[in-house]
């Protein structure tokens, strides 16, 4: 049974810091396909940040320059940086794991994805 568990949200000031972390168990985790998505309230689901097994990463548009996906293998855990926040950026976050496809230019969840329960980050003006 895959598990796949979210934290590091919280409140932060426009311009603040806030590290997330997500931890994932009942897969083979170095093999795994991992990203972030986030859902503002009456806003579909988008894409955030992905990372391949291999080490290949994904930022939407808005995210690049701010945010820095990481992951570590030996944790089984993906991070995700997340500087200069502004109040768009407020949302909830939701881990991914075994996301279907990852490139530099896309990355692509799936019915087959499992996803946690998701952490609130809300960014103050």
């Known amino acids: 049974q895959v598990q796949v568990e979210e934290s590091g949200g919280g409140l932060v000031q426009a311009g603040g810091s806030l590290r997330l972390s997500c931890t994932a168990s009942?897969?083979?985790?170095?093999?795994?396909?991992m990203g972030w998505f986030r859902q503002a309230p009456g806003k579909e689901r988008e894409e955030v940040s992905c990372?391949?097994?291999?080490?290949?990463?994904y930022y939407a548009e808005p995210m690049k320059g701010r945010f820095t996906i990481s992951r570590d293998n030996a944790k089984n855990t993906i991070y995700l940086q997340m500087n200069t926040l502004n109040p768009e950026d407020s949302a909830t976050y939701y881990c991914?794991?075994?996301?279907?496809?990852?490139?530099?230019?896309?990355?692509?969840?799936?019915?087959?994805?499992?996803w946690g329960q998701g952490t609130q980050v809300t960014v103050s003006s």
């Open positions: 991914a794991a075994s996301v279907t496809s990852v490139s530099r230019s896309h990355c692509q969840p799936s019915s087959s994805t499992y």
């Open positions: 009942g897969l083979t985790f170095a093999w795994a396909n």
């Open positions: 990372i391949s097994w291999t080490d290949t990463t």
